[in-house]
């Protein structure tokens, strides 16, 4: 027979004893609360309901509850009705919970403010370089693309048969974060795996049209208004944008998902970091995000403000005005990246 031209799979050493440690532990517990970072994203919530679904499988009781539960864009996600949005959907009793795609316990926000940390068992399966380990086992790889790709391992070890359910979820999760293949993030393993899921019954029209294709009149006017309110550096090496409350008033929509609007900043010629600054239902609380390109440390941007992420891809929560953000935020960016040869 010929060789196949497809390149293995690599797993790391650490993660394959990982795999193992998490299984052996799944095993021995019953009863699990799976949780995400809060409006968990495509990454986060796909990964934890196709967590979901392996539990089932494997005869365990798990419940799903994330901050903010199952935002409408992923609410075709198998699974995703019975997701609890609060803490007020938390049953009494866990044996354990476990956590996807959160650098840090707290970003469960209201999940994890709710939970008694110390008596809990936690387990931690992330991605991102700037994950705090605050689990009692912690996997921890920023190779994998996805979040989802790291659950997509353990349906493999565990040895049951993936279904369609578990596939469309972790489908989800690498075309979100790696932005429909195009991120630096991207890898042969990425590539791998998509190729696996889609035998069992994934169809990426489908997931994309229900990501990517439902959008009101109103988004794409809210789109349009974001779109025209691009600022730019002097040089043109850093582009932002500032979404206010008044604008989503103006526009009588929220803005859902950001992504889009930073990876357009990020699309301009020339820019080398794109920078989102967004207002919150909190007063004095805005939100920050980074796009950058290779060689500017977007986790060293957002760690002066205790946020984290991947060095292409970060975020952190600024206390202060919208326009003190602005003005702070911008200006300590376009000082980085001067710095930065390009
Ligand atoms: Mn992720």
Redesign the pocket.
Known sequence: MAKSLLPPHKLSPASKAMVKKVIDFVRKNDNFLVSGHVRSDG??LGSQLAFHHLLKKLGKKSQVVCDQGALPDYRFLPGSDKVGAGPEDLAKKYSAVFTF?SGSWERLERISAALPRKGLTVVNVD?HASNERFGDLNWVDPSFS??GEMVWELVKAAGVKPDRNIATCVYTTIVT?TGRFSFSNTTTETHLNAAELLAFGVKPGEIHNALYRQRTKEQLAFLAEVLGRIKFSEDGQVGWIVISKELEQKTGTTPGDTQEYIDHVKSIKGVRVAVLLKETDEPGKVKVSWRTNAGIDGIALASKYKGGGHPRASGATFRGTLEEAERVIVDETIQFVKGIPA
Do not use: K, V, Y
Request: aromatic share 0%; proline share 0%.
């Open positions: 990454d986060a795609d991605h996805a979040c974060d």
